[in-house]
T-cell receptor, first 115, second 112 residues
């Protein structure tokens, strides 16, 4: 089954404790992206990747890192989480770059609470 | 960052009624997309629009890419209870490469 998986689905942590949210897709997609969703703000793009070893900042990259060592995986790293990073995070992928109506498939989301 | 203004924020309608929502941006977009998000899930693409003036349908859903390239509209005809959810517009500004921007969402409630 074609899908985007994220782990963990729920995470409670404390300020400053490094964490990684994994994202994996089994569709051989080139384009992958991370978003955060906050009430009243919709989804905002954090980082995206056009292909292996090619990543770029989205609209709200501060406080986040990503890597794309393999095509299928695109982990989101919070080196020193802060309470303002409490949010719902979505990973998404599409076959090629996400323009021209390429369908982005979204993962189920990771709900993060930073105390 | 880019601002996408989506309205209305929420709608409560009777089953069978038609629904209209729109999205405007401060700059020109190359692509407009409409997504639906069910509770506890990620957004799912409904309709993609590629050029100004384009009108595209997907079942009871119809969306249009505004002539100015700064707006888009989504209409749902004869609403049913399973239309409940949050609808998001999204797109790519012509000057911003491969970045995506999403609207703030329209929450739709359909009363049986």
């Amino acid at each position: 089954e074609a899908q985007v998986t994220q782990n963990p689905r729920y995470l409670i942590t404390v300020t400053g404790k490094k964490l990684t949210v994994t994202c994996s897709q089994n569709m051989n997609h080139e384009y992958m992206s991370w978003y955060r969703q906050d009430p009243g703000l919709g989804l905002r793009q954090i980082y995206y990747s056009m292909n292996v070893e090619v990543t770029d900042k989205g609209d709200v990259p501060e406080g986040y890192k990503v890597s794309r060592k393999e095509k299928r995986n695109f982990p989101l790293i919070l080196e020193s989480p802060s309470p303002n990073q409490t949010s719902l995070y979505f990973c998404a992928s599409s076959l090629r770059r996400g323009g021209l109506g390429e369908t982005q498939y979204f993962g189920p989301g990771t709900r993060l609470l930073v105390l | 960052g880019q601002q996408l203004n989506q309205s209305p924020q929420s709608m409560f309608i009777q089953e069978g009624e038609d629904v209209s929502m729109n999205c405007t941006s401060s700059s020109i977009f190359n692509t407009w997309l409409w997504y639906k998000q069910d509770p506890g899930e990620g957004p799912v693409l409904l309709i993609a629009l590629y050029k100004a003036g384009e009108l595209t349908s997907n079942g009871r859903l119809t969306a249009q890419f505004g002539i100015t390239r700064k707006d888009s509209f989504l209409n749902i005809s004869a609403s049913i209870p399973s239309d409940v959810g949050i609808y998001f517009c999204a797109g790519q500004p012509s000057q911003m490469g491969n970045q995506f921007y999403f609207g703030t969402g329209t929450s739709l409630t359909v009363i049986p």
